[in-house]
T-cell receptor, first 111, second 116 residues
Framework: GQQLNQSPQSMFIQEGEDVSMNCTSS?????WLWYKQEPGEGPVLLIA?????ELTSNGRLTAQFGITRKDSFLNISASIPSDVGIYFC???????????FGAGTRLTVKP | DTGVSQDPRHKITKRGQNVTFRCDPI?????LYWYRQTLGQGPEFLTY????????KSRLLSDRFSAERPKGSFSTLEIQRTEQGDSAMYLC??????????????FGPGTRLTVL
């Protein structure tokens, strides 16, 4: 089962608004990743974070690796309709023997 | 297209039948992972290979599930005697050899299995 708590479960926002979602874990991870998934497709990697406290941007997306190594957040600025999808956080241990996913945040952007 | 590919994209089968899915990873990637994703959930790790060696298989859901990667390139996931509860999206991901971005897994489009 899932070990990551991702929130919120869903968001309905207006185009142009900023979005924030986060993920917490009871376990320490050495890597946090954020993926986006659209219907009928596999997850697409958005951002990978490797160091506690690291803040990384990818266009309008910004993600941070929490200092405690047990949490991460993803921000999307100035949302557009194509941002619609399900966003997943994922945590990896050092050996990357498996990757644990959150349950996802479903984002809907109204034009 | 040099991404991860999976075949078939959709599979409908009757309960009790065996099914096999194929995954072709990104060519230079030595690690290959299988996940299952059910509706409303994130992917759930099943097993992974480093080259042809299956290094973790304790998370396979039952002994009806098996995976192979005989030549260290493509991999197959087989489900024997399918049950309705096996209906899900089966995802494959691959990862480059250890390096600067060693934990970045890239996913294929998935195989959607429906068991009637």
């Amino acid at each position: 089962g899932q070990q990551l708590n991702q929130s919120p479960q869903s968001m309905f926002i207006q185009e142009g608004e900023d979005v924030s979602m986060n993920c917490t874990s009871s376990s320490i991870f050495n890597t946090w990743l954020w993926y986006k998934q659209e219907p009928g497709e596999g997850p697409v990697l958005l951002i990978a974070l490797y160091k506690a406290g690291e803040l990384t941007s990818n266009g309008r997306l910004t993600a941070q690796f929490g200092i405690t190594r047990k949490d991460s957040f993803l921000n999307i600025s100035a949302s557009i309709p194509s941002d619609v999808g399900i966003y997943f956080c994922a945590g990896c241990d050092y050996n990357n023997n498996d990757m644990r996913f959150g349950a996802g945040t479903r984002l809907t952007v109204k034009p | 297209d040099t991404g991860v590919s999976q075949d078939p994209r959709h599979k409908i089968t009757k309960r009790g039948q065996n099914v096999t899915f194929r995954c072709d990873p990104i060519s230079e990637h030595n690690r290959l992972y299988w996940y299952r994703q059910t509706l409303g959930q994130g992917p759930e790790f099943l097993t992974y290979f480093q080259n042809e060696a299956q290094l973790e298989k304790s998370r396979l859901l039952s002994d009806r599930f098996s995976a192979e990667r005989p030549k260290g390139s493509f991999s197959t996931l087989e489900i024997q005697r399918t049950e309705q509860g096996d209906s899900a999206m089966y995802l494959c991901a691959s990862r480059a050899p250890a390096g600067a971005f060693y934990n970045e897994q890239f996913f294929g489009p998935g195989t959607r299995l429906t068991v009637l």
